[in-house]
């Protein structure tokens, strides 16, 4: 398949996914927040960066996804990001995220799983979206996985 063909069998299918998560009303709560940490320093980004917005509830409840953008790098990378390579960082590392009321937590490891410190002198931006669902359903899932 031609790239140009999937990117467009891609992108209608991103917007049936977005259409599928209206609620009842058509509209789709989105709501984005930036957090600019490029003129902080000496802050270890590991012990999490706080962002009120995130509560409980919307831990439990809502699509959160986040975007972090370092500096001297012109991409914007998704998190969490298995192994990656960055502009001005000699080696290759992984990023998780963990999530708890009032921070979103970012913990950096290096090729070897050992954990390391990023410091927010080192990143431009975090980008967080939280997507408000409108109807969660849980399930018992029995038997073998």
């Not at 709560?29 to 917005?53: A, C, H, K, R």
């Not at 590392?93 to 999530?99: H, L």
């Not at 290096?110 to 399930?139: C, H, M, P």
């Amino acid at each position: 398949m031609k790239a140009s063909k999937l990117l467009r069998v891609l992108g209608f299918i991103t917007i049936l996914l977005l259409l599928a998560s209206c609620g009842e009303t058509g509209k789709t709560t989105i709501q984005t927040y930036i957090l600019n940490i490029s003129d902080e320093t000496e802050v270890d980004v590991s012990v999490g960066l706080p962002l009120p917005e995130l509560t409980q509830e919307v831990i439990d409840n809502d699509l959160v996804v986040g975007y972090l953008k370092f500096k001297n790098d012109p991409y914007m990378y998704a998190i969490p990001r298995g192994t990656m390579a960055v502009s001005g960082h000699p080696e290759t590392f992984s990023i998780s995220v963990s999530m708890r009321p009032g921070h979103y937590d970012l913990l950096f490891r290096d090729a070897t799983g050992s954990e390391f410190s990023i410091f927010s002198d080192q990143l431009e931006l975090l980008k967080v979206v939280i997507v408000k669902s409108t109807n969660t359903t849980t399930r018992t899932v029995i038997g073998n996985l």
